[in-house]
């Protein structure tokens, strides 16, 4: 808080009001004060009981926030509630506030949300959704951070672990979860403002902000469902567990007893071993071998030799208490090549588009294209072609019989997914995004070499 800010209280003991005030001084703490009223900062009220109507319903669902405190941010709240505090009425958001960013608040979910005591379960997919969504980028997860978090909501568990379509419940964090009409510690302060205040005053100092956890690949990002994993039991006999693994086309199964205890793995290569060690292998329990594990949150990347050495690795449940899934080698590879082929064509778009227009634009044009923002084809960025190629005069220095309109439309496009994938998100590439393909389609018939 500052000087000069404004506050607002929902009332409790003026049902469906609001008092609305100014900050005008720094921290203060009151000793003799009671337990709940120690910390303070005094405040001029302007507003002291403004009926709620006279306030945009968006705004309502900010200040119905579950939180003991919050920052009021979006769809313009600062300057509305200035306006609040002096005329008594509500502006509403301009639409340059309205959408402040590409993502737009789901007020009604919200509201649903909050409004509920058992919570709402959705899919991290849905969730994402909500706010016009489908990755978990980082400014995604910052808006949706930030609007759960002023409305006393959170995600249990995190939306940012585990696979997209993996099911986690909004709920209320509890911070304020209390609907009594008794008078809060805030109002009676309100109502004591013109009391001297004798206590000591010290500045207050905020918290370093904690960062939130940065995107890493974790064995629950990698997950595609919270089926349990195939298994069998130690006393099975092998010819059930190798008709589980015809039929599935598995290479192994978790060996799981009766109790959920996990005791192993059976395999093609472990079946083959006990039948050189035993004359006859009957049972599972003879042909099990070690199987390495890997906790839900665990990184993947610590991990990866060992996963390329045993050709796999079973994955906990989130609460530690059954097996989830597995991971194989070749899922890694299938992973990591879904997330590096969009970069490699990207990359070999702009390679492509780099040659060209260094080869047949003038250094000239370049810089007249760019404001002198580059002075050559050495320097541009992917987003800088579309300037450059923007008059048909220069586009035709290139000397490619396609359309000028159509081609830039295609580099655009491409260009915005680059910037979207510039933030690393477990999740999968979307299908749309597949204009890549056909840039990269576009140049190699009209560049044809390497």
């Not at 997919?125 to 949706?144: D, F, H, K």
């Not at 005053?201 to 690949?217: H, Q, R, S």
């Not at 070690?290 to 390329?308: F, H, M």
């Not at 979207?420 to 389609?441: C, K, N, Q, T, Y």
């Amino acid at each position: 808080m500052e000087v000069d800010d404004y506050v607002a209280i929902p009332l409790k003991t003026v049902p469906d009001h609001v008092a609305i005030g100014r900050i005008t001084g720094g921290y203060r703490y009151r000793r003799d004060a009671e337990a709940d009223r120690r910390h303070v900062r005094p405040v001029e009220w302007i507003q002291r009981a403004l009926p709620r109507s006279s306030i945009n319903q968006d705004l309502l669902y900010s200040l119905g926030s579950l939180l003991t405190i919050c920052q009021l941010r979006r769809n313009g709240a600062a300057r509305r509630i200035a306006a609040l505090a002096d005329t008594g009425v509500d502006p509403g958001p301009t639409p340059d506030e309205v959408v402040t960013n590409e993502w737009t608040t789901p007020d009604d979910f919200i509201a649903r949300a909050a409004g509920t005591d058992d919570g709402i379960k959705i899919t991290i997919r849905e969730l994402l959704a909500e706010w016009g969504a489908s990755r978990r980028t980082s400014s995604a997860v910052t808006v949706i951070h930030r609007d759960l978090a002023e409305n006393g909501l959170t995600t249990v568990p995190s939306f940012t672990e585990g696979w997209i379509g993996s099911r986690v419940t909004v709920v209320k964090t509890g911070a304020e979860a209390d609907d009594s009409t008794d008078e809060t510690a805030a109002e009676k302060l309100l109502d004591e403002e013109e009391e001297g205040l004798d206590a000591a005053v010290a500045e207050a100092t905020d918290d370093d902000d904690v960062p939130d956890k940065p995107f890493t690949l974790r064995f629950g990002n990698l997950l595609r469902s919270d089926a349990a994993v195939a298994s069998v039991k130690p006393d099975d006999s092998i010819a059930l567990a190798q008709t589980v693994m015809l039929g599935s086309n598995y290479s192994q199964l978790a060996i799981i007893d009766d109790h959920g205890t996990f005791h192993g793995a059976v395999s093609w290569e472990s079946i083959a071993k006990a039948q050189m060690t035993y004359q006859t292998v009957s049972t599972v329990a003879q042909a099990k071998r070690q199987a390495p594990l890997a906790a839900y949150d665990d990184l993947v990347l610590p991990r990866i030799d060992e996963i390329s050495g045993q050709g796999f690795i079973f994955v906990l449940s989130a609460d530690s208490k059954t097996i989830a899934g597995i991971v194989t080698a070749a899922d890694l590879t299938n992973r990591f090549g879904e997330v590096a082929r969009p970069f490699t064509m990207i990359e070999e778009c702009e390679r492509r588009l780099k040659r060209r227009v260094k080869a047949r634009i003038p250094a000239q044009e370049i810089r007249a294209a760019t404001n002198n923002r580059h002075k050559s084809a050495e320097t541009l960025t992917f987003g800088s072609y579309k300037h450059v190629l923007a008059e048909e005069a220069r586009f035709c220095l290139l000397e490619w019989p396609l359309d000028h309109t159509q081609f830039l439309q295609q580099v655009d496009a491409v260009a915005e997914v680059r910037n979207r994938m510039m933030h690393f998100s477990p999740d999968p590439i979307p299908s749309e995004w597949g204009v890549i393909d056909g840039l990269l389609a576009m140049l190699h018939a009209v560049d044809p070499l390497p």
